[in-house]
């Protein structure tokens, strides 16, 4: 019996197990992920020791059943991160985006750091991807250029991920930006953040101190959607990293009511903690799988969590200019849009606008878009909200 309990002990209190409920961000150095991985190996082996000296036949096979699963299961990780190592071109990211420039948040599980300035690069096989400066205000929002302030006398709020807040690209060559340059009369607010989901919006709409951060009185909020929100706001494998799992979690309730649970890690630990096991296999890596697939539920919750952020930014605001835009190439958006329609949430559908362009319009291997498919993207929005210069028509 003894030794049966050490061998669970080894496979429980593991790596996993350790990062994912013990650290800050499930983040945890290599040094402690090998030092935890040769514990666990040390319990196993000792367990099964023990098995042995009971004289138990059976046991002891039962026992080594146990071991020859572990180490092929490991056999087989570390062959696939083999591959990945000599198939993929090596990634570096410099700068102190990463090592300064999350910032835990209760709401939201990060956001940027206020009132900083943070740089970032990234290079493949030693050749640049891009190199980028962000500067941060007071409230962590990124900072949008825009002249004349003084004559805006309305807002246009955007909300969403690494798209809206401009990963690799400048201050002033972000979609907000864009947009500010183009609609003359609105001051424009960059709310977005990387790995951020329609979830996160929900949580900024419902900060009691958000509108006291807008000195406008009217105004347009507008969410950017991509595909990958699906999988963001459903706490999937591949969704989320760093304090992300501890984001604002949406789920149904038996009424069929959505309902804010808390946080992915804590408040549905079991399950997230398979996402995270997932998330750390190689093997899953390489073969570019994530858990759970994606199912029509995972959609229609985006849809309803897209609609509470309509609801809140109403509530609070008085106004019903909510938009939800469709990026360029979201593959989703024919689902979207029929659940958007059945709950009569405004959309833009641009899934389309970059048909036949060049590749120039997404940085090479980053994917992120670049200044270009920012600056289209900002002025067809613009144009289609009626705010652009000289349109004549305002929200």
Known sequence: MLGWLVIATG????????????????????????????????????????VKRSRVARAFDAAMVVVVTLALVLLVEVAFAGLRAVTRPADVHQGDFFIVGHQADARLGNKPPPSMRLTHARTFDGRSAFDATYTIDDHSRRVTPQSRPSDRDDYLMFFGCSYTFGIGVQDDETMPFYAAEAASRHHVYNYGFG??????????????????????????????????????????????????WDGPFFTVDDAGRLVHAGGFRWDRPLQSFVNYA??????????????????????????RIIERARDTFAAKFGSDA???????????????????????VKYLDYSRLFKGRGKE?????????TAAAHRIVA????????????SGASE
Not at 326 to 339: D, S, T, W
Not at 361 to 369: E, W
Not at 383 to 390: K, T
């Open 379 to 390: 002025r067809r929005l613009a144009g289609d909200l009626g705010i652009a210069a000289g």
């Open 195 to 244: 790995g951020y989901g329609p979830h996160q919006m929900v949580a900024q709409l419902q900060n009691d101190g958000l509108r006291a951060e807008i000195a406008e009185r009217s105004g347009i909020a507008v969410y950017t959607f991509i595909d990958h929100h699906i999988r963001r706001a459903n706490g999937a494998s591949d969704a989320l990293w760093g304090l992300l």
């Open 322 to 344: 909510f938009y939800v835009v469709l990026y360029p190439n979201a593959e989703e958006a024919p689902n979207m849009i029929a659940r958007l329609e059945r709950a009569h």
């Open 361 to 369: 319009l997404f940085i090479p291997r980053d994917r992120h878009p």
């Open 11 to 50: 496979l429980v209190c593991n790596d996993l197990a350790y990062t994912f409920f013990f650290t800050s961000g499930v983040w945890a150095s290599a040094r402690t992920h090998a030092v935890l991985w040769a514990c666990d190996l040390v319990l196993v082996l000792c367990g099964v020791f023990l």
């Open 278 to 303: 997932v998330s750390r296999s190689n093997t899953a890596a390489y073969f570019n799988r994530s858990f759970p697939p994606r199912r029509d539920a995972h959609i229609d919750l985006t849809a």
